[in-house]
């Protein structure tokens, strides 16, 4: 696994990145980094080129003013941009919770490109509105108790909230998030973030639980049966409406599979794209 940093239309842009081959993007939760990938990235990497950028306003890459609108617009453009830069006319997308979300809206902005998507844990793709800011209400509370007093004690403890088992929390990305937590501007591009998705959360325009009948590239959904942000019976539901995915439910697993069960996510990736 290696780290880039480059420009994008002036904004510092950071991806972890590794392998040769077809192009696999993943995208990381709100509050995150790609170095939530980091059990996963060299693995994939034996059969793809695998890039995990830090989406705009998280981790390293920088923020731009969302006038209070909803982020997954301007997320989505950068997104395609990085891809265009990397030189990729085709790649599969995938993406753990709010990326799990911006993994089909890529697919909507690029659907000649998007060959195959997976979506993990991602309750605001499969959730109905009238839940999901239930859901980033609580995700906006956990996060910012980490954000605003960063400690080791702190973001361990945020990571264990989400997953089944503690003892499955990565601790090796506790100090990239003690670093990007200390950023001056962090906390508002957190906050400018999870309000603009939270005030569009009916937003038919920024939000895929209207269109999930629309999304013919085949799909792999992934949900943790013990995910206390995203509903494993959404999940059910939302793939029954869905003309060429399927789901897979894994047992004593939370929010994160790709940190709490990562060989049968790599394996489960590598068969779903090769195949």
């Excluded at 995150?32 to 990235?41: E, H, K, L, Q, V």
């Excluded at 809206?105 to 997976?118: E, G």
């Amino acid at each position: 696994m290696k780290c880039k940093i480059i420009d994008i239309d002036g904004i510092q842009t950071r991806y972890l990145y590794g392998g040769s081959g077809p192009l696999l993007l993943l995208l990381h939760p709100v509050g995150t980094s790609g170095d939530m990938f980091c059990r996963n990235i060299d693995v994939l990497a034996k059969d793809f080129t695998v890039v995990a950028p830090d989406v705009l306003g998280h981790g390293f890459t920088g923020m731009v003013d969302l006038k209070g609108g909803p982020p997954q617009p301007a997320v989505i453009d950068h997104l395609g941009k990085l891809v265009d830069r990397l030189g990729f006319t085709s790649f599969c997308v995938g993406g753990n919770s709010y990326g799990g979300l911006l993994s089909p809206l890529m697919y909507f902005a690029r659907p000649h490109q998007v060959k195959k998507i997976i979506m993990i844990g991602s309750a605001s793709t499969f959730h109905p509105p009238d839940e999901i800011n239930a859901t980033l209400k609580n995700t906006f509370a956990n996060a910012l108790t980490a954000m605003q007093n960063p400690s080791w004690a702190s973001c361990v403890k945020r990571l264990a909230n989400i997953v089944h088992d503690p003892a499955s929390v990565p601790l090796e990305v506790i100090p990239i998030q003690l670093t990007t937590y200390a950023y001056p501007d962090r906390v508002d591009a957190f906050k400018q973030t999870l309000l603009g998705m939270m005030a569009a959360a009916d937003s038919k325009t920024v939000r895929v639980y209207h269109r999930l009948e629309e999304i013919k590239a085949p799909t792999l959904v992934i949900c943790g049966r013990n995910d206390i942000r995203a509903n494993w019976q959404w999940h059910e539901k939302g793939v029954a409406r869905m003309p060429n995915a399927r789901l897979e439910v894994f047992e004593n697993c939370g929010h994160l599979p790709q940190s709490e069960h990562p060989d049968r996510l790599n394996r489960l990736i590598r068969e779903f794209i090769l195949g």
